[in-house]
């Protein structure tokens, strides 16, 4: 069901009306495996000063959570000093999270802009109090007041920790018209099971047609503009292109801002997906190449991994010494899959007592071991 916050005077209701009249979201179909899903979420406009800021009341999302949040605003230069966040105590106590604008637009007296914080910390994990003590607030400091104003923020659970690799692809546009108008920020690449996540804003009070097959997560409007939000876990990767139909006309002309931007599915587990062949020692190196295949917690390669994996010695039983691994033990992921193509060992297994391998990604701590194989003749 669409959701919309209150709204003021009689423009407010007609939007209204507007609004309910075009709200035809569908539900969209998710992810097989449902790891990236919307957490906690909440949204105003109607805000003005120095300050746009919301709380997730009455419930904080979870550590490790990625936030998005987007801010409104009657303006035409992107006047945000700094993103932060806070805890609705009475000492306003500070979290510290770091928040990174991805994509700014504007047009028509009307800014949008967008932030997204990864693995965010710091503050009462899944905590919810009703009265609004202690909940997670975020917050845009302005450069100078704005006379109206908002917020529309989300937190997603299973998004790469690290900004840099949790970021995929972003784009943004804008346009205007005195007849309906399609908004259409672009085409991003997205993989399945990651996060497609989409926003607009129009400063005419008219309805607009949803992007069929994304889920809404709040459509707001008070007397000044109309917003909306749609997220997308598509089920297989490639590009989503979110498209919104505003319903202007000759007599309310407007102006329309659109953005998308995409964040890449964690990685929860490695599996080797080639095991370790017996081989001869050095140089005949391993074959077929050794594989390691980066997932999800149901078993789904996470195509949109790329980072690095090593690869060493986990039990080492060389019959005289210490074998020694060579070749290239550190490798860049190829759609969530890494290859090791010219690894050999040194020195020859022990009857019955084969070596192992262990496959790792430090930057997310996760580590694998084979299974036993063995090196040298016999083997």
């Known amino acids: 069901m669409c959701k919309h916050t209150t709204l003021v005077g009689v423009a407010g209701l ?121 909940i997670l607030a975020v917050q845009a400091n302005l450069l100078q007041p704005v006379t109206d ?68 997560i709040v459509s707001m409007s008070d007397a000044w503009m109309v917003t909306d939000g749609e997220y997308l876990v598509p089920t297989s990767s490639g590009p989503v292109e979110p498209r919104w139909t505003w319903n202007f006309s000759p007599s309310a002309p407007g102006t329309w801002l659109a953005s998308v931007l995409t964040l890449n599915e964690a990685v929860t587990k490695l599996i080797f997906s080639v095991q370790p062949s017996s081989s001869l020692p050095c140089p005949v190196t391993i074959q077929p190449p050794v594989a390691v295949t980066a997932q999800d917690d149901q078993g789904n390669t996470v195509s949109t991994f790329n980072g690095a994996v090593t690869i060493a010695i986990k039990r080492n039983a060389g019959a005289i010494m210490p074998g020694t691994l060579s070749g290239t033990k550190t490798v860049q992921a190829v759609n969530g899959v890494a290859r090791f193509g010219d690894l050999c060992i040194d020195q020859p297994s022990l009857p019955g007592n084969g070596y192992t391998l262990q496959a790792a990604v430090p930057s997310l701590n996760l580590t694998v071991e084979s299974a036993a194989f063995g090196i040298g003749i016999g083997n």
């Open 14 to 134: 007609l939007a209204a009306a507007l609004l309910a009249a075009g709200c035809n979201e569908s539900v969209g179909p998710g992810g097989p495996e449902l790891i990236v899903v919307g957490d906690q979420q909440n949204s105003t406009l109607g805000e003005n000063g120095t300050v746009l800021v919301k709380g997730f009341n009455p419930t904080n999302p979870h550590h490790g959570d990625a936030i998005v949040a987007t801010f409104f605003w009657l303006g035409s230069t992107n006047i945000i000093r700094s993103v932060t966040d806070r805890l609705t105590t009475t000492d306003q106590t500070p979290v510290g999270n770091t928040y990174r604008l991805v994509e700014y637009d504007a047009a028509g007296g009307i800014s949008m802009a967008t932030y997204v914080a990864t693995n965010v910390q710091n503050f009462p994990d899944g905590y919810s109090n009703p009265s609004g003590d202690s």
């Open 149 to 216: 104003g908002g917020i529309m923020m989300a937190a997603y659970s299973g998004v790469y920790p690290t900004f840099a690799d949790a970021l995929g692809g972003h784009l943004s546009a804008s346009g205007s018209g005195s007849s309906p108008s399609v908004a259409d920020p672009g085409a991003v690449s997205v993989g399945a099971g990651s996060l497609a996540y989409a926003a607009t804003m129009a400063n005419a009070l008219v309805g607009s047609d949803k992007p069929v097959g994304w889920t809404n």
